[in-house]
């Protein structure tokens, strides 16, 4: 099946992007969590949102959660790994999984998860932020997973059944589910080194020798997300149709930039969703 538009995002450009494109009578799906948006969900009190003065984060949640409620807006829970552009429609990627688009909207949030020293210098060369993708080409080698979530016990499970050594470094706090075989470092990486391809984890601890590390992230940075999309100053590049370097795809809210705030979000999300859909009716 392919969708007239998938949007990347579950917050407040997101959902507003999806209600507007959903009024339009397109086919979407919307990428992102059942929670919606975490940073609304922290939010203690919320004065500049139009008509809904000193509302907290929770409360603005629950009204999003009810609106697309009421237009049978469904979030598929996954996380997406890469984004292509295939010309005349769009591949999404999710682990082992794959959808189709004619358009995309990105409406990510803003990562504040910083690369470490040497990440993105060896992206691809050893470096990736998807074990399950790229697994195969692990077999009988030795594999650190960097876990900011715990999805990514999953996949140091699933590696585990491929390489011959798994070190799992978990970046939260809780019980780890993983295989009795994986090797648990609570420890703080700082460092990717090697000469053309990544061969040493720096911790601040000590030192692993590995063939492939992987940074599983609640999300990746853009340019990685979207193979050729354009960035300027660490965000996604726009113009005032929301529209990126690539044909087809769009983005909103804070990863186009400041200033971030909700309303600006969600105003941003409806200008995204009402070009995609004047792009797809010209097609």
């Known amino acids: 099946m392919r969708y007239d538009i998938a949007i990347i995002g579950s917050g407040p450009a997101g959902l507003s992007a999806a209600i507007n494109a959903k009024i339009r009578n397109k086919n979407i799906i919307v990428f ?11 939010a203690p009190k919320v004065d500049n949102y139009l008509g809904l003065y000193g509302i907290n984060g929770e409360d603005l949640k629950n009204s999003f959660k009810a609106h697309i409620e009421k237009m049978d807006i469904q979030i598929t829970e996954e996380r997406i790994n890469n984004v292509y552009a295939m010309g005349e429609y769009f ?25 470490i020293k040497g990440e993105e210098e060896f ?29 990514a016990e999953e996949e140091a499970n699933f590696l585990m059944e491929i390489a011959s050594k798994v070190y799992y470094i978990p970046m939260y706090n809780k019980d780890y589910n993983v295989n009795k075989d994986v090797d648990i470092i609570k420890d703080v990486p700082l460092e990717v080194k090697g000469d053309t391809v990544a061969s040493k984890l720096i911790l601040k601890n000590t030192v692993l020798d590995v063939d492939g590390i992987f940074f599983i992230k609640n999300s990746i940075s853009p340019k990685y997300l979207v193979p050729g999309l354009e960035i300027e100053n660490g965000h996604i590049k ?38 995609a859909v004047s792009y797809l009716d010209k097609k």
Do not use: H, W
Not at 32 to 42: A, F, H, P, R, W
Not at 131 to 148: E, F, H, N, P, Q
Not at 260 to 270: D, F, L, M, N, T
């Open 238 to 275: 726009v113009d005032r149709n929301m529209k990126t370097n690539i044909a087809g795809c769009f983005a909103a809210g804070d990863c186009i930039g400041k200033p971030y705030q909700y309303i600006k979000a969600a105003g941003e999300g409806q200008v995204a969703a009402l070009n």
């Open 32 to 42: 992102g969590s059942s929670n919606l948006s975490e940073k609304v969900i922290k």
């Open 123 to 151: 992206v691809g060369k050893g470096v990736g932020y998807c074990a399950t993708c790229d697994a195969a080409l692990y077999k009988g080698k030795r594999v650190a997973i960097i876990g900011y979530n715990s999805e």
């Open 91 to 115: 591949v999404i990627t999710a682990n082992e999984k794959m959808y189709e688009a004619n358009s995309v909207i990105l409406a990510t949030g803003i990562e504040y998860t910083k690369p």
